[in-house]
């Protein structure tokens, strides 16, 4: 039973079709890596994905492993808080941090769905509101070593640097306990140090159970970890994979490279 | 080495843009190192000006400047409440003297036209304010920036010119009189050190809930949709809800503050409670300082000092001073009144980084299309 079934998504900004009837499974505790040249409809396919933006056709169909008998919800009908506390995290390709928060806080907004103490609780500084913030703050830190970020938690979060505010925003998108895991571009501005390191976060939060989907440009991170491609190019879905399939794949090429250069060279 | 550029195509926004030249939500818990420290010092901060707050009847009797103060506290009441809404939130209403009014005639009415105890009509008075705060708040908080401005301001006219129009039951421009006072325990409240000590306990009571918010499950949430609504609904927070929740207790603590009024001028007028009070109070927030409650305080004490230091209630005139300390403070106290004192001591840094990179256009990764296999 695949945790996440897309099918037959489309979504038209205007004239354009940023993605076209693209159908795909992600399969439990799995890594499937997204790929595609800019502009293919990655982002566009996470943001339908994560309910912050709605197709005008087709099923977005998630069902959480982590937490057996949830039953089944489509994505496209829901919104980006629901999908949340459903199971879905996620990571931008733009940096979104709150920047006016330490990266601990940061992270604790993370829990924000696992705590109930409301308005009231905040105000009168209620026990509860107490044992949340002391439960939340573990659960916050547990997150950021998940994340490789453990030694930076008293750090204001806007003095990180940009290939640790990548890693900030997959500890906030963990502290959420999602069963599915979007990365968009996480190891864009890493070196190849960290883009190893960053590989070996990642294997480790799908070993913990965590089916994660992911959009890289890098394409030796993604034969790295990925266990699957999804390939799109202007919107449509045009191969899927093994990683190895997929690197010799003459329409992939063609996507990335044009006609000439298929005819000139192979690409390693 | 290969490039994936080729089949770029042009412009590649995303939903997930980021406003740029935005102002962020002020300095909440800046500093991560000496926050017990800072903690302790907030709350000795807030005892000090509580005892302060609370004894000074013992020593003043001057029943001119014990009036000053119980403005004071009244106009303390809805800036705590903007403070929270528009520091915290990042959400601006423009149409706050509204629910002063609604609280002011609230009180007024219920209790000399239907003869209601003062207390149960300040209470009632705020459970209609809060009733029409949703029901404003529900469509409006879905716009943004200018829309939200022009939808609370496009509110705040209705409601004063129904307080003009209605006169049936709000005595149109000639207003409401002989409106009772407060009593506390067989004590009226119409003796102005009385007043004092309740009206300030009143203020102190939101001004502690205000500063006890920030480091909170629900006081993060507001500073992280002020941020970014996008990032923040990622994270399984009811963008929608949290911002509605702090616009109803805004409206709440202005319509207190405006029965308090009432029920200590004891007449009351529509013109009071127009579209210049809501610019000034919007303006008191932001001279005090968005960063730190304490801005609140700093800014309802100019609000209603201003105006008795430059000849007497000359709005307009208010109005002009206002508006030029809003502008020097935006250029020169990014934290506003309440963070001057440690910047003029040379305590932090000439700009907060934030401030600083913020004017500069919000960092965008150069995500080269480089293909590094
Ligand atoms: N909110 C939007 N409004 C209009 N057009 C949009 C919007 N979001 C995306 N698009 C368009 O949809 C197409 C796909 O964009 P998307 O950001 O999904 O690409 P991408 O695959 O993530 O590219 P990149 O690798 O550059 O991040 C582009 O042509 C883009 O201009
Ligand atoms: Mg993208």
């Given at each position: 039973m695949p945790v996440l079934r897309v099918e037959g998504v489309t979504r038209r900004f205007g004239g354009v079709t940023a993605v076209k009837e693209v159908s795909f499974q992600v399969h439990e505790a799995q890594i499937k890596a997204l790929i595609g040249p800019n502009g293919a409809g990655k982002t566009t396919l996470f943001n339908l994905v994560s309910a912050i933006d709605r197709p005008d056709d087709g099923r977005i169909l998630f069902r959480n492993p982590i937490r057996t008998g949830d039953a089944q919800i489509d994505l496209a009908r829901t919104s980006p808080h629901r999908a949340s506390r459903a199971g879905i995290g996620r990571t931008f390709q733009h940096s979104q941090i709150f920047e006016e928060l330490s990266v601990l806080d940061n992270v604790k907004v993370g829990r924000h769905a696992h705590g109930r103490a409301g308005l009231f609780s905040a105000f009168l500084t209620l026990p509860r509101q107490r044992r949340e913030e002391a439960a939340a703050e573990e659960a916050a830190r547990r997150a950021l070593q998940r994340a490789g970020?453990?030694?930076?938690?008293?750090?204001?979060?806007?003095?990180?640097p940009l290939g640790e505010r990548h890693l900030l925003e997959i500890a906030r998108a963990l502290a959420t306990e999602p069963g599915l895991l979007l990365l968009d571009e996480p190891a864009a501005g890493l070196n190849n140090e960290e883009t190893e390191r960053l590989a070996e976060t990642v294997r480790r939060i799908r070993d913990d159970g965590v089916t994660v989907l992911l959009v890289e440009h890098d394409m030796g991170f993604v034969m790295e970890v990925s266990d699957e491609v999804v390939v799109l190019d202007y919107g449509e879905k045009i191969a899927e994979g093994s990683p190895l399939m997929i690197r010799s794949n003459p329409e992939v090429i063609r996507a990335y490279l044009g006609e000439d250069y298929l005819a000139e060279e192979e690409p390693r | 080495m290969p490039r994936f550029g080729q089949g770029e195509r042009a412009g590649s926004a995303t939903g997930e843009a980021v406003k740029a030249g935005e102002v962020g939500p002020g300095g909440w818990e800046r500093r991560g190192r000496g926050r017990a420290w800072s903690w302790a010092r907030g709350n000795l901060a807030f005892l000090l000006f509580s005892l302060v707050a609370l004894t000074v009847p013992l020593y003043l009797t001057n029943s001119y400047y014990l009036s000053i103060l119980a403005f004071f506290a009244i106009r303390l009441m809805p800036t705590i409440g903007l403070n929270l809404l528009l520091g915290q939130a990042g959400q601006i209403s423009l149409g706050h003297a509204a629910f002063i009014g609604l609280g002011a005639y609230g009180s007024a009415l219920l209790t000399t036209r239907w003869g209601l105890d003062p207390w149960a009509a300040v209470f009632l008075a705020a459970l209609l304010s809060a009733l029409v705060a949703v029901l404003i708040g529900v469509?409006?908080?879905r716009l943004k920036g200018h829309y939200l401005a022009m939808a609370t301001l496009g509110f705040g006219e209705i409601v004063l010119i129904l307080l003009v129009q209605l006169k049936g039951l709000t005595g149109g421009t000639d207003g409401v009189v002989s409106i009772p006072p407060l009593e506390l325990g067989g004590w009226s409240l119409a003796d102005p050190r009385l007043f004092h000590v309740v009206v300030w306990s009143a203020a102190l009571i939101m001004l502690r809930m205000a500063l006890n918010l920030p480091r909170t499950r629900t006081g993060r949430a507001l500073i992280a949709l002020h941020r970014t609504e996008i990032a923040a609904s990622s994270l399984g927070i009811d963008v929608a809800f949290h911002k509605l929740q702090v616009f109803v207790v805004s409206a709440i603590f202005a319509s207190i503050a405006g029965s308090f009024l009432a029920h200590y001028v004891m007449f009351i007028s529509p013109e009071g409670f127009g579209v210049t009070l809501s610019v000034l109070l919007v303006a008191g927030a932001v001279i005090g300082g968005l960063a730190t409650v304490w801005g609140a305080v700093w800014g309802a004490g100019l609000m209603v000092l201003l105006p008795e230091v430059l000849a007497r209630y000359n709005e307009d005139y208010t109005l002009l001073v206002f508006g030029l300390l809003v502008i020097v403070v935006m250029i020169f106290l990014p934290e506003g009144l309440a963070g001057a004192p440690a910047r003029l001591l040379g305590?932090?840094?000439?700009?907060?980084d934030t401030v600083a990179r913020r004017s500069q256009g919000e960092p965008v990764e150069d995500r080269g299309s480089e293909c590094r296999s």
């Open positions: 970020l453990g030694d930076k938690t008293e750090i204001e979060a806007d003095s990180l | 469509p409006a908080l305590l932090r840094r000439t700009l907060p």
